[in-house]
């Protein structure tokens, strides 16, 4: 049962989108650092450390420090290219802290139109009322488009998400990424990155509610017609979390999201936690045609990452461009001088601090004697 599901939630899109180019851009973005603008495996190993795996067929792959926002090597990183249903991480930062869990939806004919042909689904029927929460675990756990679709019109429709995903998109310094559906869905135009992706799993990562659906590797959805109402078991179709279809769980994995279609090939985003430590690794279109490819190099880029994080040097940095999140480890993550990120996509800066305030008023209670003074001064002389 979980096999053919898992067939379903990764069917091919077949579209109109161009397949990506056989080579990287000559010139891509220096976002983050200088080198992971540069094409080729980019890493800075000191004596000692383990080499890079050097079978990592995926066109673009990073690894980085989820505490430090270090990233520790990299392959064409800011390589623009299909993301399939990875791009559902940048909708979750977007959609997810506006709803609340608990919220309800019944499920109209027009809340799932325009899905793409052979679009996954977790089985969203129309006329049925489901709750935000269990929408949620159809987006991350089978990558549903019909749930993600639903959450999109309950946030004002699918044009207007999309235009909050891109805007999303530039708060946090992903300038590769070009959103046309909010599902991941093949169209022309629709690109991420390594990089952009990363950022939008580690952004997400933040929020508990976005933790704890990507972490989930087995659930129950509502049922419909053809059960009788009785809820059915969904499985992650993210194999190194779930363990299905003969790949073993990786140890400490915590999510993040998995996709497929026809021109983005296999795409993944992972996290794993060893010894107080975060490791995210995001690939993208292996080109090795091995079964379960994405799988089998993500399990040794993690392993890597694991292994030389500690012995070698940063070739960039998920936080050149952006505040740095609210470190889940304050000893590894440095408090920014701007203000943080939160998780919620619409929240502005936070109220200024009582010790902020009370200097902005001695500042402007100082700067107006010095007003009135000079104005004495010239007023005396003018006499």
Not at 285 to 305: I, K, M
């Amino acid at each position: 049962m979980s096999a053919a599901l898992g067939a379903l939630a990764t069917a091919a899109c077949l579209t109109g989108a161009a397949a990506p180019a056989a080579q990287p851009p000559a010139r891509m973005s220096a976002v983050g650092g200088v080198r992971l603008g540069l094409t080729g495996v980019q890493s800075a190993l000191l004596p000692g450390a383990p080499a890079v795996p050097a079978d990592i067929s995926a066109l673009s792959w990073m690894v980085s420090d989820d505490g430090s926002g270090a990233v520790l090597a990299a392959k064409n990183a800011h390589w623009p290219l299909p993301p399939a249903s990875t791009l559902k991480t940048l909708f979750a930062d977007t959609v997810l802290p506006r709803l609340p869990a608990n919220a309800t939806r019944r499920v109209t004919d027009a809340d799932l139109a325009g899905m793409g042909q052979g679009s996954s689904q977790v089985g969203v029927v129309s006329g049925q009322t489901y709750k935000v929460s269990d929408l949620w675990l159809g987006v991350f756990l089978r990558s549903g488009n019909d749930a993600v679709h639903v959450l999109a019109a309950m946030n004002g429709g699918v044009p207007a998400t999309v235009a909050d995903m891109q805007a999303e998109a530039r708060k946090l310094g992903a300038n590769d990424t070009r959103v046309v559906t909010p599902d991941g869905y093949d169209e022309p135009g629709q690109v991420s990155s390594a990089y952009d992706l990363t950022l939008f799993a580690r952004a997400g990562l933040e929020n508990p509610d976005f933790a704890r659906y990507c972490s989930t590797a087995v659930a129950e959805f509502p049922g419909g017609p053809s059960t009788r109402g009785r809820p059915f078991e969904i499985d992650n179709t993210d194999r190194l979390l779930s363990g299905i279809d003969g790949v073993s769980r990786y140890p400490g994995l915590i999510g993040v999201k998995n996709g497929y279609t026809t021109n983005a090939g296999n795409t993944l985003v992972v996290g794993a936690r060893r010894g107080g430590r975060t490791i995210l690794v995001t690939l993208m279109n292996p080109q090795s045609g091995q079964y379960d490819a994405v799988y089998n190099e993500a399990r040794q880029l993690l392993d890597w990452g694991f292994a030389a994080e500690s012995r070698l040097r940063p070739v960039g940095s998920l936080d050149a461009v952006v505040p740095a999140v609210a470190s889940r480890a304050p000893a590894v993550r440095k408090a920014p001088a701007r203000p943080s990120v939160t998780a919620d996509a619409d929240a502005g800066p936070g109220p200024v601090g009582w010790s902020g305030a009370v200097g902005a008023v001695v500042l402007a209670a100082v700067a107006g004697t010095v007003l009135v003074l000079r104005r004495r001064r010239l007023r005396s002389l003018r006499g």
